[in-house]
């Protein structure tokens, strides 16, 4: 027997939360799903503790430099010359008072400030990847899933292309064929742009693709076509509509991208296509540390650990920003 | 195509069977159907031989090979302030007819005239100042409103879009069709998932309402909402419609929310309308064998009397749309079918006044239908040419 009154049970977007935030009576200010991820988020105490050592990083990254003595002056006082290895501190990592991590090996430059200035590049160079892919993942990844048709296709088979090209190679080539002083950059300045360019451009198909399928399923939601039945034009549908639906995956795979660019950049300085020396680098010290790791194992441990906890810590936050802004996804 | 809007006399019987699953609609049916005027005013919406073929692509070219005929040459008109019930069962093109009115798909052919304008091929840019009068209401309140948006947003986007000027700002504006349509105004700062379904409805309702618009197509108002909370929007709509002087066209697969709500209703079978009637006329006596099957389909709520009623049961499913059978669609599955049927469609023809049936063989007139449709079919042009093109053209 056909039902007269059909009972759907869609809510399948009714949340718990939203009905905690209507007890307590007093709030006529509604929260917005963004104050409920933070919710969420607080009680996650793994992501929170993600999010505070991430914090610290920057702070560090940023400010550390002024504080720490200069990462290029030698210290071959401490050096023992016979074995090439700090004379003191246990083990023979040159750990004291004034150098909290040791000293380099056969330098004598102090590790903390080579590891925070190291920070710094590491940042740098994934945030600013990370923000490119971003962008133009977002960018070609709403087009391609809005539109639809032709232009879809072509953005696909492009993100295909990029999926499939052999990045690590790309790199060491570009900055062979590039010379000093190319886009009126030099040196360090130049290493950091085309570290950017290569990390950022082959990576944002995978933030592209996520976009795309979301895009998908958000244009056939009943609030587009109510737009569009008010008069609304494709910009506003884009821009107003659609991508604040979308702040939520950015945000998260941003997070999840930022490690993934760190290690990338750690790997493109250890092959020696990163930053120039003296610059510290995380993977740059990776590379000096290779030859001498049976004499001063620490020297390869101490840039090892920093890459470890800044992926770490971003994995985590990323995590939790999954967990708390996308329940369902888990 | 010619219906008056007037015989607005409800008897009690009809009303307590109009409401039947609509609990406290039958209270308010005759009141609000006697309170509405006669309406014989000047048409508002005018469909002629509307159509919607989605193609199908095969290959690497994707070349079509066939086409799901959603609608297929439907027409009807409405006047302004009345309102016309669409209802058939899923997938008989009646969302895909109130999506091409509203212009978010364009017809494969065929003509719709709003106010006496052509905006069957209008573009969009064009289209942009009429929508202001041409709104439409969504079937499920969790998907039409964006989660991302305060309340506030979401109604008073319509002002901002149309770059209406209001007289004391948006906000106040906004305030004040919330309170239209039952919500509390304080609750312009909220977003939409702190409400239930029925608030959410009311606030789709309250985003269509901003502009003022003439006409508002209804796309399965209430069929996502509780049946407790139906009632209530059903009611809503009403009144805003004697408030406001609105006109409506209501989609729907309900049959009691349809005879609530309507004053002419089109019933429609594989993208084609079969019958169009005042709505008391349709249901007390449907002409259509398809109508007759489904209005027996309808829950008698009173036990003691389940055992009158004479339930048709229809054999087989739906035809796909995108093979229908030739001349009479509903040939298949009609227990009046013969070979005229098969071979010769009805076209939609007038049997009795404002009542207009497709079927050679008509249920409840006293007009011998069987030569007054063989006279129409056989008579050169009286089926539309598009939809005789439609129907050899694949």
Known sequence: MAAPLEVTGSDTEAQPEAVLAGVDGKAIQGRSLGQIAWMRLKRDKVALAGGVIVILLILLAIFGPLLVQSPLDYHQNLIDPTYNRPKTGIWHTGISA??????????????????????????????????????????????????????????????????????????????????????????????????????????????????????????????????????????????????????????????????????????LSFLGVGVIPPTPSWGGMLTLAVPIYSSDPMYMIVPGVAIFITVLAFNLLGDGLRDALDPRAK | MTSTGGNKTVSTSDTAAAGTAVPGAAETSADAAAARPARDGEMLLEVDNLGKHFPVTAGLLRRQVAAVKAVDGVSFSVRKGETLGLVGESGCGKSTTGRMIMRLLDPSFGKITFEGEDITTMSQGRLRPLRRDLQMIFQDPYSSLNPRKTVGAIVGAPFRLQNIETENGVKKAVQEILELVGLNPEHYNRYPHEFSGGQRQRIGIARTLALKPKLIVADEPVSALDVSVQAQVVNLLEDLQDELDL?????????????????????????????????????????????????????????????????????????????????????????????????????LIELSHGHQAACHFPENTTVSATD???????????????????????
């Open chain 2, 247 to 347: 006109t409506y066209v209501v989609i729907a697969h309900d049959l009691s929310v349809v005879r609530h709500i309507s004053d002419r209703v089109a019933v429609m079978y594989l993208g084609k309308i079969v019958e169009i009637a005042d709505r008391n006329d349709l249901y007390e006596r449907p002409m259509h064998p398809y109508t007759n099957a489904l209005l027996s389909a309808v829950p008698v709520p009173d036990p003691s009397e389940r055992g009158n009623r004479q339930r048709i049961r229809l054999q087989g499913d739906v035809p796909s749309p995108l093979d229908p059978p030739p001349a009479c669609r509903f040939h298949t599955r009609c227990w009046k079918a013969q070979d005229i049927c098969k071979q010769v469609e009805p076209p």
């Open chain 1, 98 to 267: 004034d150098h909290l991590l040791g000293v380099e090996p056969g330098t004598g430059r102090d590790l903390l400030s080579r590891i925070v200035h190291g920070a710094r590049i590491s940042l740098l160079v994934s945030f600013l990847a990370t923000l490119l892919s971003v962008v133009i993942g977002t960018i070609l990844g709403i087009t391609a899933g809005y539109f639809g048709g032709w232009v879809d296709m072509l953005i696909s088979r492009a993100m295909d292309a990029f999926l499939a090209f052999p990045l690590l190679l790309f790199a060491i080539a570009l900055v062979a064929v590039i010379s000093d002083g190319s886009f009126g950059l030099s040196g360090n300045g130049l290493r950091i742009g085309v570290l950017v360019v290569v990390i950022g451009f082959f990576n944002w198909p995978y933030i592209g693709r996520i976009i795309r399928g979301q895009t998908l399923s958000l244009r056939e939601r009943e609030f587009v076509d109510a737009a569009r039945s008010m008069g609304a034009r494709n910009s506003y549908i884009l821009f107003k509509e659609i991508l604040p639906n979308l702040v939520a995956p950015i945000l998260v795979y941003a997070t999840l991208l930022i490690p993934t660019n760190i290690l990338f950049e750690a790997a």
């Open chain 2, 372 to 394: 007054e449709v063989a006279k129409a079919a056989v008579a050169p042009g009286a089926a539309p040419a598009a939809e005789a093109d439609a129907e050899t053209g694949e």
